[in-house]
């Protein structure tokens, strides 16, 4: 069983790049939103650390979403990152507050105020740019935190509780534009711990032998659109199971000129079965109105 890292997602844009700046650091993790995280998931799942992920939401707005407070009572590392900062301060009895001209978006520079291993590689050289992305902002940290980078208007940019492990940034190291962000994790992952036991590869022969095992002798159809995540799909599991699968290509006629011979090029010279379903013409030749009504009554 890999060490295993939780995401728990608040609905951030760039939640997937945070995994998969884990995953380059051979970090098993998984992303879940934050409506399925339970007491009883966490107990299940068994993270070594906890990263609470951005989102647009505002942790002043009643009903805005929570992490359970089971996440701070289990006794691992938890990073929150820009909502993650803001939920944690709420959640721990910091005060978190509308934008009144400190809301921001876009290229920012942290200064140093205090050294934090978190932080080992940044400031080398001065104040460190990171993307900023944020309305509300917070005002007052919680009891135990402490205060390792400022920016102009995000006083309070890095934050720490190092007895209890919690770090928490407004900014997002995840992306290109925090240029030491990678850093970040690393530093992150090594303070909970990892050892680094997982990588691609693992994860590919575990996923092909799941494959075999659920299929058995059986067929398998895939819907198969040409983009990134049914492609990935069908290639892995063509490479499980061979000749049981067929994929079912359907050009709807709203492609890119020339994306559908680019699939079927693809997928047929690696001697992957795919049907192909060109677009009826009938479906374009009509009011849109009249377009939609002729698509639900073939249903």
């Known amino acids: 069983m890999h060490e ?9 844009q760039v939640t997937q790049l945070i995994a998969r700046r884990l995953r380059e650091l051979n970090v098993y993790c998984e992303i879940h939103p934050f409506q399925k995280i339970t007491e009883n998931f966490l107990k299940d799942f068994s993270p070594r650390a906890i990263i609470l992920s951005g989102g647009p939401a505002s942790v002043i707005d009643e009903g805005s979403p929570r992490p359970p407070s089971a996440v701070f009572e289990m006794g691992v590392p ?7 900062q803001q939920v944690m301060m709420h959640c721990l009895g910091g005060k978190v507050e509308r934008g009144h001209g400190t809301a921001e978006f876009g290229r920012a520079y942290v200064s140093q105020k205090s050294s934090l291993p978190l932080l080992d590689g940044w400031f080398s ?21 402490e205060v ?10 890095i934050t720490a509780d190092q007895s209890r492990e919690f770090y928490a940034v407004q900014f997002h190291p995840e992306v290109h ?13 090594h303070r909970a711990g990892f050892t680094g036991d997982w990588t691609m590869g693992a994860y590919r022969e575990q996923a092909l032998q799941k494959i075999r095992d659920q299929v058995g002798d059986k067929k398998v159809i895939c819907g198969l659109s040409g983009g990134v995540d049914s492609s990935v799909a069908a290639v892995l599991i063509h490479e499980a199971i061979g000749d049981q ?30 049907l192909f379903m060109p ?18 009554s073939e249903r």
């Open 125 to 145: 050289e001065g104040d460190e740019q990171v993307w900023m992305s944020h309305g509300d902002h917070v005002s007052a940290i919680a009891p135990g935190f």
């Open 4 to 12: 295993k890292l939780l995401i728990i997602d608040f609905g951030s």
């Open 177 to 189: 534009h925090t240029p030491k962000g990678a850093t970040l994790y690393e530093n992150f992952i």
């Open 245 to 274: 699968l067929t994929c079912v290509f359907v050009d709807h006629g709203l492609l890119r000129q020339g994306e559908s011979d680019e699939v079927i090029q693809m997928f047929r010279d690696n001697t992957v079965c795919l």
């Open 148 to 157: 390792f980078g400022t920016s102009p208007n995000a006083p309070f940019a």
């Open 78 to 84: 938890v990073l929150g990152i820009c909502y993650g």
């Open 279 to 296: 677009m009826k013409k009938s479906y374009f030749s009509v009011p849109w109105t009249d377009n939609l009504i002729l698509k639900q």
